[in-house]
């Protein structure tokens, strides 16, 4: 059997009704202790509380949120901070954002498993995978992928380009079309920290070549977080449902359903007997 009730039901809940990845990424680490300050000021309480603050402000304009188990997955969810109409995903890694020397070698949290994501109410996993095949390390990452899952579900992408010339937009625009070609899956675009403007024009450029939406964090929510104004957590919600306009508006939607006669044809009667989930 090729249907995994699991796994569509699980993307069902992290996209919109009309089939768009709508998410805000907020499943930072260091970096975003950082941006609440240095020193001994800024404590455990601190962090999960800021969190919970932009969760809370942009909930009603995403389809899902990520977030990380540390500051934000059990915290979130049992304060009512994520409501029941969004979905979660949550990280498996255990990452931040500085860049030791060497090729970088995924590192998975401590005692945290897909088992536990999907036991803690999640509806997704990510991954945030390093590869380069002409390291020492690519064997290793490619066997981690392997160890994790049998096939991936949706691809989060860097935007392969830049958009500050003409030129470097045609470029970007070509490199996301053989993307799209070349992927069986849908595929989003994460804003990795670039200003919010270039995100903007990013995700146009994205969507139009086939991209099925965003996954969007710093680029967001960043001046919010610096400020800890809710005029500034504002700004956030209406960026965000700026980028749900234009994924609307040139993004390609995406359904994780069958038709009824395949679930009928690949699910027999009494299918549940057989350890089908």
């Not at 990424?25 to 001994?40: K, M, Q, R």
């Not at 931040?96 to 994501?117: A, F, K, N, Q, S």
């Not at 200003?195 to 990013?202: A, I, M």
Request: with cysteine; charged share 25%; net charge neutral.
């Amino acid at each position: 059997m090729s249907i995994d009730l699991g796994k569509i039901r699980g993307m069902q809940r992290v996209t919109s009704a009309d089939g768009y990845f709508l998410i805000c990424a907020i499943d930072h680490l260091s970096d975003f202790v950082e941006l609440l300050g240095e020193g001994p000021d800024v404590g455990f309480r601190d962090v999960v509380a800021a969190k919970d603050a932009v969760v809370r402000a942009v909930a009603g304009t995403v389809s899902a949120v990520l977030l990380d188990p540390l500051y934000g997955l059990g915290h979130l969810v049992a304060s009512g901070a994520v409501p029941a109409t969004v979905g979660v995903v949550c990280s498996i890694e255990d990452e931040d954002y500085r860049h030791p020397p060497g090729p970088r070698r995924t590192r998975l949290r401590e005692g945290w498993r897909v088992e536990d994501i999907k036991r803690a109410g999640a509806d997704l996993g990510k991954l945030l995978w390093y590869y380069r095949p002409d390291t020492a390390v690519a064997d290793a990452q490619r066997q981690l992928v392997r160890d994790l899952v049998a096939s991936v579900d949706l691809l989060k992408v860097e935007f392969p380009g830049y958009v500050d010339t003409a030129e470097g937009r045609r470029s970007a625009a070509a490199a996301c079309a053989e993307l799209a070609a070349a992927v069986p899956v849908p595929w989003v675009l994460l804003s990795a920290g670039v200003g919010y403007p270039d995100f903007r024009t990013q995700l146009e450029i994205a969507c139009r070549a086939g991209a099925s939406g965003y996954l969007a964090g710093r680029s967001v929510w960043r001046d919010a977080v610096v400020a800890r104004d809710p005029a500034a957590i504002g700004q956030a919600r209406d960026r965000l449902a700026e980028l749900n306009a234009i994924t609307r508006s040139h993004g390609r939607p995406y359904s994780p359903t069958v038709t009824l006669d395949d679930a009928l044809a690949q699910l027999p009667e009494r299918w549940y007997r057989s350890g089908h989930r």
